[in-house]
């Protein structure tokens, strides 16, 4: 059984009508010239061209998507690094916050143990 593409061209004999269709070289009918098929190659260009139309589009649409995901990565970024910050800050607040708390209860017991004597020398 012939593969499908040695039914293209019946005229054509030998190997090369089992080759691959971009790699097929023809017999010129008139001085029997090996030529290249153009309309091969003018497939082939046209198909290059409408390749690199559709990259060139696919680039534009996923180069706006990539800044915009860009932009949101750095948004992020910034946010985290507030949170760290603010988180920080906090922490030192606590911290502050328990060291002024223990002096007041410092403060509170003194004051309650000097109300304590003064109150037993009366």
């Not at 012939?2 to 089992?18: C, D, H, I, V």
């Not at 097929?24 to 098929?37: F, K, S």
């Not at 534009?60 to 915009?68: D, Q, T, Y």
């Not at 030192?92 to 109150?119: N, T």
């Amino acid at each position: 059984m012939r593969p499908e593409s040695a039914t293209t061209n019946p005229l054509q004999k030998g190997p090369e009508m089992y080759a691959p269709v971009n790699r097929r070289v023809l017999e010129d009918p008139i001085n029997g010239a090996r030529v290249t098929d153009t309309r091969q190659t003018v497939e082939r260009q046209s198909s290059e061209g409408a390749n690199a139309h559709l990259d060139a589009l696919i680039g534009r649409l996923a180069g706006s998507s990539m800044n915009e995901i860009d932009n949101v990565i750095r948004v992020l970024e910034m946010m985290r690094e507030l949170l760290r910050n603010e988180g920080d800050r906090i922490s030192r607040d606590i911290a502050g916050y328990a060291g002024v708390s223990q002096a007041s209860m410092a403060a509170v017991k003194i004051i309650s143990d000097s109300l304590e004597i003064w109150k037993d020398s009366r």
